[in-house]
């Protein structure tokens, strides 16, 4: 099955996609999609949910699991952010894609057995578990690969 996970955000969105058989999971891609501060806030989400159908058509995903939001100390930031989950679920959704949700907390829990852990235990547990071969730098595509994870879980 491939799963395709993803970090919402309005200026970041990271995804990826991770194939599993069984409890066996393999690293199949990811990447970073990215809104230019310069563009209207309308026009974000529109360039979000393009790029996003553009994955889906590539990845082909049996189901999808994305981050749900579990705070935010900026309220501007937090309402921007669930309007990019709003237009990455709307877009999953017309792409008939199952989505499931789960918190940050919930996500660090599973992978590292610490629902407090830092990132960097979670990257290296994703590093490990997927065996991914090259070096990600971008937290928020770690993020997205350790929620594919949850599926297998």
Same mark, same amino acid.
């Given at each position: !099955?491939?799963?395709?996970?993803? &970090?919402?955000?309005?200026?970041?969105?990271?995804?990826?996609?991770?194939?599993? $058989?069984?409890?066996?999971?393999?690293?199949? &891609?990811?990447?970073?999609?990215?809104?230019?501060?310069?563009?209207?806030?309308?026009?974000?989400?529109?360039?979000?949910?393009?790029?996003?159908?553009?994955?889906? =058509?590539?990845? =082909?995903?049996?189901?999808?699991? $994305?981050?749900?939001?579990?705070?935010?100390?900026?309220?501007?930031?937090?309402?921007? $952010? #669930?309007? #990019?989950?709003?237009?990455?679920?709307?877009?999953?959704?017309?792409?008939?894609?199952?989505?499931?949700?789960?918190?940050?907390?919930?996500?660090?829990? #599973? $992978?590292?057995?610490?629902?407090?852990?830092?990132?960097?235990?979670?990257?290296? !547990?994703?590093?490990?578990?997927?065996?991914?071969?090259?070096?990600?730098?971008? &937290?928020?595509?770690?993020?997205?690969?350790?929620?594919?994870?949850?599926?297998? =879980?």
């Amino acid at each position: !099955m491939r799963i395709l996970g993803i &970090d919402p955000g309005i200026e970041r969105i990271g995804w990826g996609a991770v194939d599993t $058989v069984g409890s066996v999971s393999t690293y199949y &891609d990811c990447g970073l999609i990215t809104t230019s501060r310069t563009l209207s806030h309308q026009k974000r989400l529109e360039v979000l949910a393009g790029e996003l159908d553009i994955i889906i =058509k590539k990845t =082909k995903p049996e189901c999808a699991v $994305v981050e749900r939001l579990f705070f935010a100390k900026n309220k501007k930031t937090a309402l921007a $952010v #669930a309007e #990019a989950r709003g237009a990455i679920m709307l877009t999953l959704s017309t792409s008939n894609v199952p989505t499931r949700e789960f918190t940050p907390m919930e996500v660090k829990m #599973a $992978v590292t057995g610490n629902g407090r852990a830092e990132k960097k235990q979670v990257a290296w !547990m994703v590093h490990n578990i997927l065996k991914i071969p090259t070096d990600i730098k971008s &937290d928020d595509t770690l993020d997205a690969l350790a929620l594919c994870l949850m599926i297998t =879980k």
